[in-house]
């Protein structure tokens, strides 16, 4: 895993100014759109993805392209759902078969799946500290919207 800061994207990095006199690189354009749901998602995972993948399709981040990580990110929620209700059904420290007391394993599994999906969810710009860092594309909505976008742009 690479350490250090994450990378910016080359429109941040044009605003910032080139300190290392460095020709932009940009990013690949990939057309918007909402990925078929995987079949192997359970009924949790498919509806976090139902949920989830027409917010990120209307800011114009999501494309086909994406399917495998909404999918991991859908499938971690899945499993820390699964987990966390486990969990909350019994204590979080247990007997072991030799009778001392171990914590209890599905408050581990629900805490890597918890990172896991917390991860994900910073790669699609989900958290909101992520939301910052990624730039969708803006769609005016009707005919209102576009005829205020262009007001603003002759205003400014």
């Not at 460095?22 to 749901?37: F, Q």
């Not at 994900?120 to 500290?129: R, V």
Request: proline share 10%; charged share 25%; hydrophobic share 40%.
């Amino acid at each position: 895993m690479p350490r250090g800061r994450k990378p910016k994207p080359p429109a941040l990095r044009v605003v910032d100014g080139n300190t290392r006199k460095r020709a932009p690189v940009e990013s690949p354009e990939l057309p918007p759109g909402i990925p078929a749901c995987p079949a192997h998602l359970d009924a949790v995972a498919e509806a976090e993805w139902n949920r989830i993948a027409p917010l990120l399709s209307d800011r114009g981040i999501l494309s086909e392209a994406d399917a495998g990580i909404l999918a991991a990110y859908a499938q971690a929620y899945g499993l820390w759902k699964q987990a966390s209700e486990k969990l909350s059904a019994d204590t979080q420290v247990v007997k072991s078969p030799g009778g001392y007391p171990i914590q209890n394993p599905w408050l581990a599994i629900a805490n890597r799946h918890r990172k896991d999906m917390v991860a994900y969810a910073a790669e699609l710009g989900i958290t909101p500290a992520a939301r910052g860092r990624v730039k969708g594309t803006e769609k005016p909505k009707n005919r209102l919207a576009l005829f205020l976008a262009g007001a603003k742009k002759r205003n400014a």
